[in-house]
């Protein structure tokens, strides 16, 4: 794996996972060796224990990988499980049986053209979660015998609350084991939901960058507590939380927004007078096309690959 924000999401999240299911800090018994946050060797066949439990972290830059050793030993003692490396990425791709791609879009030609690695990664599966770059333009890099899959997942993975969409795989004998091992490392940090890969702009937009546009409507929601006289780290956890709060009801099986915006709003109420304002300020259709704008965007991206 490449390890920026994503990858250190992704791989903090597996990490707390694996703490969580064996709480005594030993990793628990697998039959995956890991290498990165997702680079994983098989030992067997048994779909409970598919999460990794050994990881090979790979960087640009020397200076990363003390900083990046801080962060994952700051988990608890399965931090030690990590191995971090700059430039070997070869030679890591080498080691494993399941490899992570979490580079910049633009940076994705360099290491997939790197000498060695087309026949590193025959045979393995490759798991790219680059925006915008599509299946036909990595399996241009690779050699037939490599599977490539596109995860999209965000970055509340890092706390397991991630959304990671997967595009469908198409049947082969590897199929089922790649669906299973991709499933069981993405639902470990998060939700996991698999969906068509013409589908991927948008969940780029809406999941993928979806964190960043919640986080400017929680801001304004906390400045206008600040507003009107809160503290700011009181307004904050009341903004939160009640996003969360919704964000789960609405998570409930046959809810609907719509539904949990009427049943807070009284007839003649505050909650009335809000919306009001909110929809004088045409939020809907700015949030709306803020979401088409970055979908847009998203299948550009993959145009720095050519
Ligand atoms: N940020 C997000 O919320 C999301 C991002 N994505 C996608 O994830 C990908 C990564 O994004 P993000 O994590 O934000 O980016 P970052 O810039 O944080 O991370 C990129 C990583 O790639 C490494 N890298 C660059 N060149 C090489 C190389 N030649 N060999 C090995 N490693 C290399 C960098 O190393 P070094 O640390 O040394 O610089 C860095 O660790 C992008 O393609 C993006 O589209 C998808 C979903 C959400
Ligand atoms: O902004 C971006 O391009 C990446 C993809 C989704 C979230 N961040």
């Known amino acids: 794996m490449r390890c920026g924000t994503m990858g250190v999401a992704i791989l903090s999240g597996t990490l707390e996972s694996l703490q969580s299911t064996k709480p005594s800090g030993e990793p628990a018994p697998s039959k995956w060796e890991t290498h990165t946050p997702g680079t994983t060797t098989p030992r067997g066949d048994d779909a409970t224990s598919l999460l990794p439990s ?17 962060t994952f030993l700051s988990l608890g003692p399965l931090g030690s499980l990590v191995e971090v490396s700059a430039g070997k990425n070869v030679e890591a791709v080498q080691q494993a049986d399941v490899i992570l791609l979490c580079c910049k879009p633009q940076h994705a030609r360099i290491i997939l053209n790197e000498s060695g690695m087309p026949e590193a990664l025959e045979g393995k599966l490759l798991i790219s979660i680059l925006a915008g770059v599509t299946i036909t333009q990595l399996k241009s890099f690779v050699n037939p015998t490599t599977r490539v899959v596109r995860a999209m997942p965000n970055t509340p993975c890092k706390i397991r609350e991630g959304m990671t969409v997967v595009s469908t795989i198409p049947s082969s004998l590897e199929a089922s084991r790649d ?6 490392i993405f639902s470990s940090i998060g939700r996991c939901t ?40 009181e307004a904050l956890e ?3 939380q009640s996003l969360q709060g919704a964000a789960r009801m609405a998570l409930q099986p046959g809810a609907h927004p719509a539904q949990i915006k009427d049943a807070v709003t009284t007839p003649g109420g505050c909650t009335i007078a809000g919306l009001l304002t909110l929809e004088d300020g045409r939020v809907r259709s700015t949030i709306a096309r803020t979401i088409q704008a970055a979908t847009e965007r998203a299948s550009q991206l993959g145009q720095s690959m050519n």
């Open 54 to 70: 050994r990881f090979l972290a790979c960087v640009n830059r020397e200076e990363r990988i003390r900083a990046l050793q801080k």
């Open 179 to 184: 669906q299973a091992i991709i499933f069981t």
């Open 194 to 233: 698999f969906l068509d890969e013409k589908h991927f702009d948008a969940c780029t937009a809406l999941s993928g960058s979806g964190p960043a546009f919640v986080c400017v409507f929680l801001e304004a929601m906390v400045d206008g507590g600040v507003m009107m006289g809160l503290p700011r780290a």
């Open 238 to 240: 009341l903004a939160a």
